[in-house]
């Protein structure tokens, strides 16, 4: 990809790009702000990984369910589940993604960061291709019955933020440690929200737990 400046790249260079080349890759579709093929390759990801996820399910839930469930299983309605749980993944999916790319592109320009919402969301979307393959070879040990899934998971999950990272640090110009910095300045708010609503709850809560020996009669003293 190193004439990748003087030419446009077609989706499969860019599906292929995103394994081998990754920071190239996610810097063309960032400065191009492919969009539209970003939302298309996030889609198809969406939709596969949910077919995959309910095709399977039965399969795993039979080779895990006791024989006195056997008629439940004959009954249960593995089809209508597919139909229901098919829009929620893909829809469900979609807004996350929307949401973190508005989220980390306003982070990054308080951080000072040079790149636009759409690049950066444009790329983003390519981070998910990684998961097509984990799927794949997830699908193929279940066939051969090795147990991997935490594995699978696991390797998915790290090889993704990666690529969100570095999606990140190629869309508006970080350095690799300030891209990892903006990227997880939401996770570390998050925390922070959800400890001052837990210290509050325990602070208003506190003198009520105090007063409940004088209030009810028999109760031991809590502190």
């Known amino acids: 990809m190193n004439d990748e400046q003087s030419r446009d790249l077609s ?22 702000k492919l969009y539209f ?10 939709l596969f990984n949910s077919l ?22 004959n009954e249960f309605p593995f089809q209508q589940l597919l139909l229901f749980w098919i829009p929620v993944a893909v829809i469900g999916s979609l807004v996350i993604w929307f949401i973190m790319a508005g989220v980390l592109h306003l982070i990054a320009e308080f951080s000072g960061g040079i790149g636009s919402g759409i690049g ?5 979307g390519f981070t998910t291709v990684p998961n097509v393959l984990l799927t794949v070879v997830d699908f193929i040990l279940r066939l051969l019955q090795i147990p991997a899934d935490f594995f699978i998971r696991m390797a998915g999950f790290v090889w993704i933020v990666v690529l969100q990272v570095l999606a990140l640090r190629e869309s508006h110009q970080f350095s690799t440690g300030k891209a990892i910095l903006v990227f997880i300045t939401p996770l570390v ?33 809590l502190f």
Not at 19 to 24: A, D, E, F, L, Y
Not at 37 to 46: D, I, M, N, S
Not at 52 to 73: C, G, I, K, N
């Open 120 to 124: 950066l969301f444009a790329a983003l």
């Open 189 to 221: 708010v998050m925390i922070g929200i959800f400890m001052a609503l837990g210290v509050a709850f325990i602070g208003t809560i506190l003198p009520f737990l105090k007063t409940l020996p004088q209030t009810l009669p028999g109760v031991p003293p």
């Open 11 to 32: 989706l499969v260079d860019l599906l292929y790009g995103v394994i081998v080349q990754p920071s190239r890759t996610l810097r063309y579709v960032a400065q191009k």
């Open 37 to 46: 093929r970003a939302f298309g390759t996030y889609l198809g990801v969406q």
């Open 52 to 73: 995959m996820t309910v095709a399977s399910f039965e399969d795993q839930y039979r080779r895990v369910a006791p024989p006195w469930q056997e008629t439940f299983l």
